[in-house]
């Protein structure tokens, strides 16, 4: 089967103002090396290439690839996780077929995580992973809670120094392109030469590190239509590709405590004036709360309703804005 058959499987995130930004975890980096391959692999031959084959399971494949550089990393361990599980555990609201929104695989294996590849093994369509998923919920729930991820990030496009600084900190990372014919015909140097034509769909790849030639920056992407696609199933994209829909970093790190240019104002009874990120983000809380601490000063919260809940917390007087997720 050729290539320019294979199932596309992405249907585009809609925009969400909720999106958390890389800015609010770290601060972009400035400087870049001329070559970087995300940590432990050494080599470009190192990295999985996987084969989604005749399915369109390719977020499924991206978010278990990263799932796996992550563990790496952390264990000393390469473990394979479970695409199938990722394509089936889906709830009530969001796509309930064939391919997947990447913003609500991220919130999922953020939510629930993923159990490994030997657990559940399955590819398949939807309906058969979600069966599956269904069927081997309770067993391997405490399984799929080790590999569970804290935090998806909203990376914006053609932005180089926030693209590269992901890459370095948060490991490999999700970039879901529009498929034009220049894609299934990947020159075997690797380089993806850009050519106009229509759009054949939406598909999912992994950004796995990137290179500096000819005077511009490449991703270093890993696809998951086996190896004889591209050079042994990688290829190099422009960083500012035009074919880029969006680019999502999954990370176990921490939000950072955002500063304010203005002083929190908390009036009773709960109505409150804080600096704009914050005001923007509680608009549709489903609880607000408020009370005087031990100095006399009102406190305030807005909890934010699903997908992902979240907690506002703001001082009387205070530039701090303290936002955390709740379980």
């Known amino acids: 089967m050729g290539f320019i058959n294979r199932k596309l499987g992405v249907i ?9 930004r890389l800015n609010q975890f770290i601060a972009t980096k400035k400087e870049f090396p001329d070559y ?21 399971m390719c977020v499924a494949f991206t978010g278990a690839l990263i ?4 563990e790496f990393d952390e264990t000393g361990k390469f473990i394979r996780v479970s695409p199938g599980w990722i394509y089936g555990n889906r709830e009530t609201g969001m796509n309930m077929g064939e ?5 609500e695989a991220w919130a999922m294996l953020c939510k629930d995580g993923v159990p490994y590849f030997d657990s559940l093994s399955f590819v398949g369509t939807f309906a058969e992973c979600y069966g599956y998923v269904w069927q081997k919920r309770e067993e391997l729930k405490k399984e799929a809670l080790n590999q569970q991820k804290k935090s998806y990030v ?9 693209i590269l600084t992901a890459i370095i900190e948060c490991g490999f990372i ?45 991703l270093i992407i890993a696809n998951s239509w086996g190896k004889d696609w591209g050079k042994n199933g990688l290829c190099y994209m422009p960083y500012n590709y035009k074919g880029i829909q969006e680019i999502w970093a999954i ?7 955002t500063e304010a240019t203005t002083e929190a104002i908390v009036k009773h009874p709960g109505h409150f004036l804080i600096p704009y990120r914050g005001l923007f983000e509680a608009q549709n809380a ?16 807005a909890i934010l309703p699903p997908a992902k809940r979240r907690r506002i917390h703001v001082i009387e007087g205070s530039k701090d804005i303290v936002v955390e997720t709740l379980e």
């Open 12 to 20: 585009p995130s809609p925009p969400d103002y909720r999106d958390y």
């Open 36 to 56: 970087y391959l995300v940590p432990p692999f050494k080599t470009e031959k190192d990295i999985p290439i996987y084969d989604q084959g005749n399915t369109s």
């Open 67 to 70: 799932t796996e550089q992550q």
């Open 99 to 103: 391919g997947m929104v990447p913003r």
């Open 154 to 162: 909203a990376i914006t496009r053609n932005n180089l120094e926030e």
């Open 174 to 218: 999700n970039v879901s392109i529009a498929v034009y014919k220049d894609f299934y015909n990947v020159d075997k140097d690797g380089f993806l030469s850009p050519k106009t034509s229509g759009i054949y769909g939406y598909h999912s790849v992994t950004a796995v590190g990137f290179i500096k030639h000819d005077g511009k920056y490449y």
């Open 251 to 257: 990370t176990d790190m921490q939000r950072k405590i």
């Open 286 to 301: 489903e609880e607000i709360n408020w009370w005087r601490n031990a100095e006399g000063k009102i406190e305030a919260e």
